[in-house]
């Protein structure tokens, strides 16, 4: 038995801008993360200090990291659907 | 406390679970081949695969295992949540499309999909099963919990119920039936969520948080030099035993024939013994709630705020609040939270719960549970960084969260789908916050299992509310399990005995072997959900993702990302990556608890991540390092 995909799918040119986009994003994120990590474990009490509207920096650092992690998706989503434009189309034309 | 089921509750529950079954009923005449069986035939529409990812990810551990850590120890419980959503962007950013690209019907077949190789087809397969094992035990837990508020039947019966009817579900229609109850109650988790949130902050805060709370009482004391209570300020109470655990004095008082147990605050040179709630049982036999039967509901729910503030002035209460408005009332006030001992005292074995008056300040930043900040340690402080490093890497190496990649037809609807899901589940995540909380001071907890902190909290709100709300979590649990079922299924059916032992097995008898495993697997499930019946479900999600960050993500990252790969690196890999987390968890001090053992655990960590993780890639780079492909010289 083969171990090819489940369906048939198309050559995709933009595999590896994609990928190495997808890298890129990763990182930013994991330094965002990271910096969480890093003020809990070594400064704890900053995570109490108020930073606006009264929320203390733990829930607005913790609100932040879900909204950004969904901002990004929606920034590679667009990033990448102009990649794919922009690659495949040009292959489908020289086919 | 004693649950007593409700009409509705019933109803609805038997509506929810009925649904279940007809979708189960009307998708399995549409399986009829191993494709459709394992992958759904990779003919989900992104939109609802995505929802349905929701559905897979938001278990029984958000639900209920997340707002009932943050109704116990507050902020430290949204960790998991801020921890589980991360896991999605490595899923996104780094696994998604080179996975749907690579693979046809489990993992393994990515990480297989270029070297052919038994020992990958073997550790993967293996893998696949244990890291769906570890995940399945905290869903069982949290069926059995919900079941007895619901159903008003005991914790066991629950789990056997939940693992019937899945094996049932499983066992007819696979994947496509799985998708879409995941995609039906992923939605209605969120959307009654999201009502549940809107309810919590139109009601605001009280000191009293309803009619029937249990205002706790206390007594003056007089105490000599050694500690000891020697007198009390007033009757009718008489002093009939005393106890020293650690620091702490706890003190058996008699009133009418009913024995109850106290703390003893030195209250600055006034000494005050403040009510508990004790589970006592006794040398003979009996086990006693407050000192009466469990019968008498003697046995409270709790949770109140000892001193409410708002704009800096104390008040009785305050409602109608917007987000921001919630939390800082929370920061600037007094929360009385219950902390937990057990001691023997005559031979009686007793677990008392006693009220601790904590500031806003801590419940709403880490350090109540995760030692991070006052009497932390090195240890501690590692425990914490291990924790959040597992639950960043767990998500994209959860069998049954892959496999989710192979139901849609392309690399872009597997892009989409993972988009979808982490807005959904993002949203959801945030919601966690307010509803621990909301929990946390509403009077509604019960001390004894924090997992029905969130159903609880709705039947605060109403019974018809309590009603919808457990009857989707129920279903929440039905779908993750159906998925794990399905993804372990693939692994015994698909990598073992298909890839791995060169079984030639007809499509109709790779189904067949599918559904064969799946009921196998649910009878273990069960087994397991009713030992771990009394750890918080959340707690045991963390360690299945450390299982499945050292095991599996190591194997994918590297296979996708690092040419000098082997299958002799990705083999040992995923073995020493599992062994040594499984290991690091039986040694570690939360399960040397549950073993009752008195003695120091080994391993200071509760979570392995940041031991095997690293050891689990170490091991990949060396074992391919010295496993390389010899060249053939050129002339």
Redesign the interface.
């Known amino acids: 038995m083969h171990h090819g995909p489940a369906v048939k799918l198309e050559s995709d040119n933009a595999a590896d801008p994609k990928a190495k986009l997808g890298l890129v994003l990763f990182f930013v994120y994991s330094l965002v993360y990271v910096g969480f990590i890093i003020i809990n474990t070594l400064s704890p009490k900053t995570m109490g200090e108020s930073i606006v509207l009264g929320l203390n920096l733990a829930v607005v650092y913790g609100f932040g990291l879900i909204l950004l992690a969904i901002v990004m998706g929606l920034i590679y989503n667009i990033m990448c659907n102009r990649i794919e434009k922009k690659l495949n189309i040009a292959q489908e034309t020289v086919d | 406390m004693i649950y007593e089921a409700s009409p509705i509750a019933v109803g609805l529950f038997v509506f929810i679970v009925l649904l279940v079954l007809g979708i189960s009923f009307y998708f399995a005449k549409r399986t009829r081949d191993s ?1 459709s069986y394992f ?1 759904a ?3 989900i529409h992104w939109s609802v695969n995505g929802i349905a990812f929701a559905g897979d990810y938001l278990s029984a551990a958000s639900f209920l295992g997340i707002a009932g850590m943050i109704a116990t120890v507050g ?1 430290d419980g ?2 998991y ?2 921890g589980y ?2 896991g ?3 899923a ?3 696994v998604a ?2 996975l ?6 489990t993992f393994s ?2 990480l ?2 270029t070297f ?1 190789s038994k020992g990958i087809q073997l550790m993967a397969g293996i893998s696949t099963l244990v890291v769906s094992v570890c995940y399945l035990i905290p869903q069982m837990v949290g069926a059995g919990a919900l079941v007895t508020p619901l159903l008003g039947l005991p914790h066991y019966v629950g789990v056997i119920m939940v693992g019937s009817i899945v094996i049932f579900i499983v066992a007819t229609a696979g994947m496509v039936s799985t998708t879409y109850v995941q995609f039906l109650k992923g939605g209605l988790l969120i959307v009654f969520s999201m009502v549940l949130v809107v309810l919590v902050l139109r009601n605001g805060f009280s000191l009293s948080p309803s009619d029937d709370y249990h205002e706790f009482k206390s007594v003056g004391a007089t105490v000599d030099d050694d500690g000891t209570v020697t007198a009390l300020a007033h009757n009718p109470y008489v002093i009939v035993g005393q106890e020293t655990v650690g620091s702490l004095r706890f003190v058996k008082l008699i009133e009418n024939g009913v024995e109850t147990w106290w703390k003893l605050d030195l209250n600055g040179g006034d000494p005050v013994l403040h009510e508990t709630l004790s589970i006592v049982k006794t040398a003979n036999g009996k086990t006693l709630y407050n000192g009466e039967p469990k019968a008498n509901e003697k046995f409270y729910q709790v949770g109140h705020f000892s001193k409410l503030v708002v704009d800096g002035v104390e008040v009785e209460s305050v409602k109608n609040l917007n987000p ?2 919630f ?2 009332i929370i ?1 600037d006030s007094e929360i009385v939270r219950f902390a937990t001992k057990d001691f023997t005292a005559a031979g009686d074995k007793v677990t008392v719960w006693y009220q601790s008056a904590t500031p806003g ?2 419940i ?4 109540l549970k995760f030692k ?2 006052e009497g ?1 340690t090195t240890s501690s ?1 590692l425990n ?2 291990s924790l ?1 490093l597992a639950l ?1 890497f767990g998500t994209s190496a959860l069998p049954h969260i892959l496999i989710r990649y ?1 139901t849609v ?4 609807s597997a ?2 789908s ?2 979808v899901a ?2 959904a589940i ?1 949203f959801f ?2 919601l966690t ?1 307010f509803m621990g909380l909301g929990a946390m001071v509403n009077g509604v907890l019960d001390v004894e299992s924090s997992n029905m902190s969130a159903p609880l909290l709705a039947k605060y709100f109403g019974t018809a509310l309590f009603a919808i709300i457990s009857a989707v979590a129920f279903a929440t649990v039905l779908g993750t399990v159906s998925g794990l079922i399905v993804a372990a299924s693939g692994a015994v059916a698909h990598d073992l005995m ?2 791995f032992m060169g079984i030639q097995l007809t499509d109709k008898g790779k189904v067949k072997a599918g559904k064969i495993a799946a009921v196998a697997v649910g009878a273990l499930a069960i087994v397991l959900g009713i030992y771990f019946k009394t750890t918080n479900v959340s707690f045991l999600v963390g360690l299945a993702f450390a299982v499945a960050a050292s095991a599996n993500l190591p194997a994918i990252l590297m296979l ?2 690092w040419k000098k790969t082997t299958s002799k690196g990705i083999a040992a890999s995923i073995f020493v990556g599992m062994v040594s987390a499984l290991t690091l968890i039986a040694l570690s001090p939360s399960m040397y608890e549950l073993y009752e053992s008195t003695a120091t655990a080994p391993f200071p960590l509760d979570n392995p991540g940041i031991v095997s993780i690293p050891l689990s890639f170490a091991v990949l780079i060396i074992v391919s390092l010295l496993t390389q492909p010899k060249r053939t010289p050129t002339v």
């Open positions: 494709k992958t035939s990779g003919s902020y949204f960790l949540s801020i959503l991360a999605w962007v490595v996104l950013f780094v499309e080179p749907k690209r690579l693979g046809k019907y077949d990515a297989d999909s052919n921001a408005e939390f800082s920061e300040e801590k709403l930043r880490p350090g991070v900040d932390a402080k914490f960084v959040m960043f192979y037809p392309d690399q872009k892009r989409k993972t988009i982490i807005s993002g995540y945030i916050l298909d890839q996708l990302f």
